[in-house]
Nanobody, 126 residues
Framework: VQLQASGGGLVQAGGSLRLSCVSSGWSFNTYASGWFRQAPGKEREFVAA????????LYSDSVKGRFTMSRDNAGKTVYLQLDSLKPEDTAVYYC????????????????????WGQGTQVTVSS
């Protein structure tokens, strides 16, 4: 099981990025997915989560209305669209996956997740 995150970069405040997380080695549609981020000196924090069927999403209050999570089960990929970026969004962004029997449940705690990608850096300049 491997997760490969990409799409990070340097962007000005107000700009956009699209993060991707490609998975391999397992039945992607049996896994719920999530995105987390970690800024220097801070704990890893929840950003967004999506159920295994893609029908349920959950966002942190700090990104709600600006970030959009989606998934392509056939392509074994989850995405995080980052719009209206702010300097405080600067962090390493991690994707995560969790095998689950529930098709609709979302998970927001890092300890819920079993598999993690390597992270992609997002830097927002003011």
């Amino acid at each position: 099981v491997q997760l490969q995150a990409s799409g990070g970069g340097l962007v000005q405040a107000g700009g956009s990025l699209r993060l991707s997380c490609v998975s391999s080695g397992w039945s992607f549609n049996t896994y719920a997915s999530g995105w987390f981020r970690q800024a220097p000196g801070k704990e890893r924090e929840f950003v967004a989560a999506m159920s295994r069927n893609g029908g349920s999403t959950l966002y942190s209050d700090s990104v709600k209305g600006r970030f959009t999570m989606s998934r392509d089960n056939a392509g074994k990929t989850v995405y995080l669209q980052l719009d209206s970026l702010k300097p405080e969004d600067t962090a390493v962004y991690y994707c995560a996956a969790l095998p689950t029997f529930s098709t609709i449940r979302t998970y927001s705690r890092p300890n819920d997740y079993q598999y993690w990608g390597q992270g992609t850096q997002v830097t927002v300049s003011s």
